[in-house]
């Protein structure tokens, strides 16, 4: 399990050439917590952020992500579904018994990036310093709305 913050600006390379496409950006998912694919930021001046889906995907190592072929960033002006994890940090948590449980900071996912498994979340400053962030994992599908994310706990 590992953090988007230690994917975010990590490498994406072509399998067969080896070329940089780009680096990741962000995590495309689902309001069920699925993770559609990856946003990478494409080097260049007139280069705008793509979309790599799920499938394109050959491997998630330490240091890279690894794509099958260099024709699959597409546009992410052409996505409709899904959101970014970058508009889910900052968002409340809320439990499924209805209590909230802090601002998400940082979104835990599975090694093969299939799923969100958890999230850190703020309870502001003087409590990070004095009881530090706290981790919540989901047991099952979570759902993500524009104003909160829900999730059920692990007993």
Do not use: W
């Amino acid at each position: 399990m590992r953090t988007f913050s230690n994917i975010k600006g990590m490498p994406v390379h072509s399998q067969e050439t080896g070329k940089k496409l780009g680096t990741v950006e962000s995590l495309c998912i689902t309001d069920s917590g699925q993770i559609k694919g990856v946003f990478i930021d494409v080097e260049g001046f007139f280069k705008r952020d793509r979309f790599i889906p799920m499938e394109a995907i050959n491997a998630v190592g330490r240091d890279s992500l690894v794509v099958l072929g260099t024709s699959f960033p597409i546009a992410k002006e052409g996505l409709l579904e899904g959101q970014s994890t970058e508009d889910t940090i900052g968002k409340s948590l809320y439990s499924t018994e209805g209590n909230q449980l802090g601002l998400i900071t940082d979104v835990y996912v599975k090694d093969n990036l299939e799923i969100i498994s958890g999230y850190e979340v703020s309870n502001g400053f003087f409590a990070d310093v004095t009881e530090g962030k706290q981790t919540f994992f989901n047991t099952s599908a979570c759902s993500i709305s524009d104003d909160a994310v829900m999730i059920k706990l692990q007993s």
